[in-house]
C-alpha cells in the first residue's frame, strides 16, 4: 500500500462514489450553518418538499448579522434584513437542524 | 442570541465537541478552514452547496493537491499563531495555495495550542488553499476530551484508536513543500488592502516600484487607498480603532495575550477599542479569569459575542477612512466598513497598538 499523507487518509474514508472523470461525492460529517448563507438554502428544501437528511450533524448559529452591545436583545439594533436572517436559522419551519437560539 | 453558547459559528464547533479529528466538517463561509486545526477536512461552501448537503449529507468534491507547509524551530518572544499564519501567506501569496490542500507541521505547530492551531488553519484560505490540516495528537485529544458532544466512554476509546492513525505516512507524496524557520518569524502587519501585503513591524511601506509585474499598480492602490506613503515607518501608523475577536482570534488564550499587555495600562485617549468574545463561553471564561476587567479597565469596550467588526455585515462598521489595528483574517476594500483601512496583526500586536495610538512593536512593550 503506498504512503498516505493525512488529506488522502480523510479523503478516503469519506468517498461514498467516486465517477468515471474522478468527481467524487463526499460524505459530510458536520455541517455548520449560519444565517447569512443558508436562508435560501433552506428556502430551497421548502420549495421542492425535501428535509434536512442528518438533523443531529447539522448546526445553526447566529453570527454574522447578530449585534454585540450589551443591548442587544433589543430588535431595534438590528436591521430588519438581518432579523429576519437570524430568525431563518431558528425558526420552526427549519428547526429541522440543531440550533443554538 | 440569547444561548450562552451562541457565538461565531468556528469557534462554537470546536467548543461544544461538534468538530472531531478525522471529520468532514463544511458550512456556507470561508473560514471553515479553521476546523482543520483538529486534523478533519474542513471547508467552505456555497449557497447552493449548503442546500446540496442538507438535503443529501453529501457534497460534490474534486481531490486537491496536497502541499506541506513546515514551520521548524521555536516562536521568538512576542511571536504568535497569528504571524506565523500571516509569514505563510506573505511567502505563498494569496494564490499560492489554489487547488491545493495545506498541511502544517513541523515543531512550531506541534507546540502551538488547539486555540493556536485554530488560528493558523483559519487563514488557509487567505493564501488560496482549499483547506488546511494539522494531524491530531496529545494536545488535540487533551482539548476534545469531555467537551459536551464529543463521544464519552467506549466510544471515546473507538474514537482515540481511529485518530491516531491520522497523520501523513513516512514518505508519502506532497505535490508542494514549503518550510519556514520559526526563529525567522517576527511580529507582522499588513500595510496594504490583500493579507499577503505583510511585513515586520519593523519595516516600512514598500516603494510599488519595487513590485513586480501587475502589483506594481495593485500596490499603488493599496497604499492610496490606506492612505500611506511608500518608505513609511510601519511603527509610524496612526490608528483610531482597534478590533480584537473574530474566528482568527476571538478565542481565550488570544484574550489573555492581549490582557497580558494591556494590563494596569490604559488605551490612548480618543481611541475606540472593542474586544468581542467568539462565543458566550469564551466571554464568561474571560470574566472568571479577570481578563473582562483587565479589558474594560484599560479602556476598552466588552461585547457580547458575534462576527462584529470582521466583516461590516452588523451595527460594528468603520467609517470611511477609519483606520483599524485588527485581529481578523481580511483587509480588502471595505471589508470593516466603506472606507475604512485595516491593518491585520496578534491581538498582542493590537493590544500594544491601543497603548501606543499608532502599530507598534509588542516586544517594546514586553
Redesign the interface.
Known sequence: MS?????????D??V?HEADD?????????????E???P???E??RMTG?????PE???A??????????D??NAA??TED?RIQ?EATQTPKNSA?TT?? | MTDVRQGVVHIVGPEQGWTLPGMTVVCGDSHTATHGAFGSLAHGIGTSEVEHVLATQTLIQQKSKNMKVEITGKLAPGVTAKDVTMAVIGLTGTAGGTGYVIEYCGEVIRNLSMEGRMTVCNMAIEGGARAGLIAPDETTYAYCNGRPHAPKGAEWEAALTYWKTLFTDEGAHFDKVLTIKGEDIAPLVTWGTSPEDVLPITGVVPDPSSFKGGKVGAAQRSIEYMGLKAGQKLSDIEIDTVFIGSCTNGRIEDFRAAAAILKGKKIKDGMRAMVVPGSGLVRAQAEEEGIAQIFIDAGFEWRLAGCSMCLAMNPDQLKPGERCAATSNRNFEGRQGRGGRTHLMSPAMAAAAAIAGKLTDVRDLM
Open positions: 504512503p498516505k499523507t493525512l488529506y488522502d487518509k480523510i479523503w474514508a469519506h461514498a474522478g468527481t467524487c461525492l463526499l460524505y459530510i460529517d458536520r455541517h455548520l450553518v449560519h447569512v448563507t443558508s435560501q438554502a433552506f430551497g428544501l425535501r428535509k434536512v437528511r442528518a450533524k447539522t448546526i448559529v447566529p453570527d454574522h448579522n447578530v449585534p454585540t452591545t450589551l442587544r436583545a439594533t438590528m438581518s437570524v437542524c443554538i437560539q
